[in-house]
């Protein structure tokens, strides 16, 4: 993660080799019941929390690259070069699956809802969970994009306001799903409590926003922060045995809570309140990179592999959707050599959409406004 701030620079590539990790687990999650991968797994490790490591990591690196937004052309220029990072690649997933996968075929007003990166802002399983099955998540993005402005606003005055006001907004969405009793993936066209407390970006809007009070933590502490290297390494060993900590403790508590307080409710505390407890001192600590395991990590291929993590986590879905198609899910046992081929195709795959898509439509789409900008400019009358 590099980015400005002011005249400072900021760069913490620790953060963005964790990127990596995340998104492997991520794959993994979607890989169980192929690839002779069981579902025995799933019983006892959390594979598919690291979404809410995501969205922490976005509101925390923005509030440190964007420390203000103060002008309405400020704002323009956040949203064009956002707008740049996340729809080029989506729209080259979304046709790869129209024009090729298996069951890409989708209605008008989908695609329309897709184009336009809306698609996870409806409860609905037709639209959030259509073409590109995880790009709700960049759904979800875009829309906390939006609402970066407003949630930057006087936030060292008013984060813990903010923070509050999120919170109860995912409390009102999980009252909502017990109220209506809204099954999980809803019916033909109507509501799901999934797509209300997990996809929904008004539910990880609590995510985002602590995400951006801890970048305003780091940024008040980075430059003061001990810097004893023993201390620091205790201190990030720690925080990552206590984010191993999170996958792998989630289930045993789940059997409780899901009888207890109802599915939306056990839902967002599965999803979003009980990782964000482990994932939030991570990225703080990791962030100060004080101790060996950060060094370590923001050295060599592993920050290469965490510049890679969007392609990842929109290829892999598509990937898995060939596969398959092709060889069907049952396997008697993990067919390692299956899953090496997959993971290095994927990586290929990411790469050249990173270099042939992502990173030059990012620069023309950024080069463009600065162009259009600079041409609405007026000039002064002498």
């Not at 923005?62 to 203000?68: D, G, I, K, Q, R």
Request: with cysteine.
């Amino acid at each position: 993660m590099t980015g400005s701030t002011g005249n400072a620079r900021i760069a913490i590539p620790s953060l963005t080799a964790l990127r990596f990790f995340a998104a492997a687990v991520i794959v993994l999650h979607h890989s169980v019941g192929h690839f002779g991968i069981g579902t025995e797994i799933q019983k006892t490790i959390n594979t598919g929390q690291p979404v809410c490591f995501f969205f922490l990591l976005s509101g925390f690196i923005l509030a440190c690259v964007y420390p203000s937004l103060d002008r309405g052309r400020d704002i323009l220029k956040f949203m064009v070069s956002r707008l740049a990072r996340i729809w080029p690649l989506h729209v080259l997933t979304f046709l790869v699956v129209v024009l090729f996968a298996p069951g890409g075929r989708t209605t008008i007003s989908v695609a329309a809802s897709n184009l336009l990166m809306v698609h996870g802002w409806i409860p609905v399983k037709e639209y959030f969970f259509s073409v590109n099955w995880l790009s709700w998540a960049v759904s979800a993005e875009w829309a906390l994009y939006l609402f970066f402005p407003v949630l930057l606003y006087r936030l060292n005055r008013t984060w813990h306001v903010k923070l509050i006001l999120s919170f109860l907004l995912a409390l009102l969405l999980v009252v909502l799903c017990r109220v209506y009793d809204l099954p999980p993936l809803g019916g033909e066209g109507k509501p799901a409590a999934l797509g209300l407390v997990y996809i929904s970006p008004l539910a990880r809007l609590f995510e985002f926003t602590l995400g951006m009070s801890l970048g305003l933590l780091y940024l008040r502490r980075r430059r003061t922060a001990p810097g004893n290297t023993r201390r620091g390494t205790l201190l990030e060993t720690g925080v990552c045995l206590f984010a191993v900590a999170a996958i792998l403790g989630t289930y045993p508590i789940l059997k409780t809570l899901y009888p207890l307080l109802g599915y939306g409710a056990a839902k967002w505390v599965e999803s979003s309140g009980w990782p964000c407890i482990f994932y939030a001192p991570l990225i703080l600590v990791m962030a100060f990179e004080r101790g060996r395991i950060s060094h370590w990590l923001g050295n060599g291929i592993l920050v290469k592999l965490g510049e890679l993590s969007f392609s990842i986590y929109l290829l892999h879905q598509i990937g898995i959707r060939f596969y398959v198609s092709r060889f069907g899910t049952a396997a008697d046992r993990f067919d390692a050599a299956a899953y090496g081929i997959f993971w290095v195709l994927l990586l290929l795959a990411a790469f050249l959409a990173q270099v042939a898509v992502e990173r030059p439509c990012r620069t023309v789409i950024v080069r463009w406004y600065d162009r259009f900008r600079s041409g609405t400019e007026t000039v002064p009358v002498r």
